[in-house]
């Protein structure tokens, strides 16, 4: 019943993970293009199974965290992604034949082939006593931090919503079958969605009480304020069940869908009373309730 949350995570901070999966790494057949070149040994074999395993020198995890640069450019677009690399781990523990296997965005890929190519020795393989060349995939997990939401941005994302709402800007046929064919393959039929809001709603009407009772103690209230911050809540969500109930079960996702624009005004409308009940006091309810949603 809530609007997409995009609208309040506005996540600017800049935070790399880099996760190698299972036990920080994983063997893989495949191999990168052009390894079978001509070694001062002459032997081209690469081998994918062996007796002991190549390992890092070290906490990989902990070197990749490190060393990993998340490119300016992907933090500005807010790209993400996972990015699989395979390299050959070479007799003498140096990396080589870096290749990307399986893309995230050439950006990420880019940054992934540079950090592996930086990668100091392994300890090397071994088959049958002996160092062998070994390839090995690890795949490098790109992802960004949201930034806490502060006050500040807060009010103005409810200027911002109160605009949009004016406006009343309809989805287009298209993006309304879009979002009518997602609830029905989240969340079942017409009839399972109209009894599932309306049971939602109920519960959370019987719990108005006990929500403004630990409010009240947080956030400092007096006995004509618990009495209207309980009229503001059991207001809007009364006003929901009479929605839900007027739009039927017949066709109800296709009409829920429709009404949203109606949903999000009453959930408007409630946040706005509470700002104006708690006047200063609604920045301790911001950072108790709103930022714990």
């Not at 503001?232 to 009364?238: A, F, S, T």
Request: charged fraction near 30%; include cysteine.
């Amino acid at each position: 019943m809530h609007r997409s949350n995009n609208n309040y995570n506005w996540a600017r901070t800049i935070f790399v993970v880099a996760l190698v999966v299972g036990l920080g790494w994983m063997s893989s057949p495949v191999m990168a293009h052009g390894t079978e070149v001509c070694l001062a040994d002459g032997d081209t074999t690469v081998h994918v199974v062996a007796d002991v395993q190549p390992e890092f020198n070290g906490n990989l995890n902990q070197w990749l965290g490190e060393n990993i640069m998340y490119p300016e450019e992907a933090q500005q677009e807010r790209i993400e992604g996972k990015v699989f690399v395979t390299f050959t781990v070479e007799k003498d523990g140096a990396i080589s034949h870096v290749t990307v296997v399986r893309s995230a965005h050439p950006i990420l890929d880019a940054e992934a082939v540079r950090v592996i190519q930086s990668m100091p020795k392994w300890k090397p393989a071994m088959m049958n006593g002996e160092a062998v060349r070994f390839s090995k995939t690890l795949p490098i997990t790109f992802k960004l931090a949201e930034e806490q939401l502060t006050y500040e941005q807060y009010l103005k994302n409810l200027e911002e919503e109160q605009e949009l709402l004016k406006q009343g800007n309809q989805l287009t046929p298209e993006e309304q079958a879009a979002r009518v064919e997602a609830f029905k393959k989240q969340l079942g039929d017409d009839a399972t969605l109209y009894k599932l809001l309306l049971e939602k709603s109920q519960a959370i009407k019987g719990e108005i009480d006990s929500v403004v009772k630990a409010q009240t103690k947080v956030l400092k209230l007096k006995k004509t304020d618990v009495k209207e911050l309980t009229k503001i809540y059991e207001n809007e969500i009364d006003a929901k069940i009479k929605l839900i109930e007027s739009l039927g079960t017949d066709d109800f996702v296709s009409k829920f869908v429709s009404s949203e624009i109606k949903m999000r005004q009453l959930e408007m409308d409630k946040m706005l009373q509470i700002k104006d009940l708690l006047k200063d006091r609604f920045k301790l309810y911001f950072e108790n309730y709103i930022l714990q949603q």
